[in-house]
T-cell receptor, first 115, second 114 residues
Framework: NAGVTQTPKFRVLKTGQSMTLLCAQD?????MYWYRQDPGMGLRLIHY???????AKGEVPDGYNVSRLKKQNFLLGLESAAPSQTSVYFC??????????????FGPGTRLTVL | AQSVSQHNHHVILSEAASLELGCNYS??????LFWYVQYPGQHLQLLLK??????LVKGIKGFEAEFIKSKFSFNLRKPSVQWSDTAEYFC????????????FGSGTRLSIRP
């Protein structure tokens, strides 16, 4: 199993450009998440999904959109990149056991720089 | 608002020293608790988790954590650290019934002197 994979690993954008980050998981997990990690601020949840075809906003959703057309994929889009979106982006997936939410499995991250 | 506090931002220890990293959270209901580790240049990995039962949980690589409900704390411990423990450590809390409200602490960077 590859676990959670993310593409690309690195990207440099100019202000105003758009891009899509792809996350894929092969563990048949229902839940998928996008986080950004900034120094001294831990991980902040951008958007999440509790199943195919569903998405919801997290703590810092502004400037981002997501889609979950297939259970195994979760896409994060930046329509018009801004320097404030320079960050490391992590995707994660998780699953339920009964009614208890389990730990998250993280991808390797995408380092995005917006000039 | 719910929050997770990790008061130690950077801890520097010598090899074989004992470690305790603090984690306090603010949430009144039942919670699931996690510690994750992020080695340099790598993604987060689970160290240990607490859902219910024995409040002293053991994880990988000799780490353990104790859940003290009355103090809203879930401190991470290791009796003797190694150079390879150099990493950033994140505490995370999620309400038992919610997948969307997982909250991470800001992290503690651990540096081990060989």
């Amino acid at each position: 199993n590859a676990g959670v994979t993310q593409t690309p690993k690195f990207r440099v954008l100019k202000t105003g450009q758009s891009m899509t980050l792809l996350c894929a998981q092969d563990m048949n997990h229902e839940y998928m998440y996008w986080y950004r990690q900034d120094p001294g601020m831990g991980l902040r949840l951008i958007h999440y999904s509790v199943g195919e075809g569903t998405t919801a906003k997290g703590e810092v959703p502004d400037g981002y959109n997501v889609s979950r057309l297939k259970k195994q994929n979760f896409l994060l889009g930046l329509e018009s990149a801004a320097p404030s979106q320079t960050s490391v982006y992590f995707c994660a997936s998780s699953y339920l056991t009964g009614s208890s939410y389990n730990e998250q499995f993280f991808g390797p991250g995408t380092r995005l720089t917006v000039l | 608002a719910q929050s997770v506090s990790q008061h130690n931002h950077h801890v520097i220890l010598s090899e074989a020293a004992s470690l305790e990293l603090g984690c306090n959270y603010s949430y009144g209901g039942t919670v699931n608790l996690f510690w994750y580790v992020q080695y340099p240049g790598q993604h987060l990995q689970l160290l240990l988790k607490y859902f219910s039962g024995d409040p002293l949980v053991k994880g990988i690589k000799g780490f353990e954590a104790e859940f003290i409900k009355s103090k809203f704390s879930f401190n991470l411990r290791k009796p003797s650290v190694q150079w390879s423990d150099t990493a950033e450590y994140f505490c995370a809390v999620t309400p038992y019934s919610s997948a969307s409200k997982i909250i991470f602490g800001s992290g503690t960077r651990l540096s081990i002197r060989p």
